[in-house]
């Protein structure tokens, strides 16, 4: 991840673990990538040429204080990591989507925070996720414009840092 996304290995072994991982038509052989466990106890997982999950699958949260009034809402684990790169771990809860198939179970969830702030990336699918959340009362702030120009924060990092 360092060299082709900018991010700083010490900050993906902050969050993720080693996982050893196999398919079923290909028993005898197994693949190793990055991953980050998620809420459910599944793992999201990231190679230079898997992106995927083990089930179950579901969000990812990381509690970075007790008692959050406030969350940061990501599409992938990889625009968190790029967050904390250029700007260092917020102050209140994060959660990575992973699929953004999940937005619609956590409205009443992200409901109990007084602020959601939103880092989806720049598509229309997530605009359409980020129009429903807006429509069913969540408090949101969209921070996307943060990375205009960019198709997701990541992206942005890239472009930063001039590679």
């Not at 990538?33 to 990381?62: C, E, H, K, Q, Y």
Request: proline share 4%; net charge negative; glycine share 8%.
């Amino acid at each position: 991840m360092e060299k082709d996304r900018c991010i700083p290995i010490d900050i993906v072994n902050r969050y993720c673990k080693q996982v050893h991982f196999q398919f079923a038509n290909r028993l005898y052989v197994t693949y190793i990538g990055v991953g980050l466990p998620n809420d459910s106890g599944g793992w999201s997982i990231r190679s230079t040429w898997f992106r995927g999950a083990t089930t179950p699958a579901n969000v990812s949260t990381v509690k970075t204080v007790d008692g959050a009034t406030q969350v940061m809402l990501l599409e992938g684990m990889t625009d968190w990591f790029s967050y904390v790169v250029l700007y260092g771990e917020p102050d209140y809860d994060v959660i990575v989507l992973n699929s953004l198939v999940y937005i619609p179970l956590l409205i009443d969830r992200l409901k109990k925070y007084n602020i959601v702030h939103g880092w989806l990336d720049s598509y229309d699918p997530a605009n359409q996720k980020m129009s429903l959340m807006a429509d069913e009362g969540v408090q949101l702030i969209d921070h996307r414009a943060t990375f205009e120009g960019h198709n997701d924060f990541n992206d942005y990092l890239i472009y930063v840092r001039g590679q």
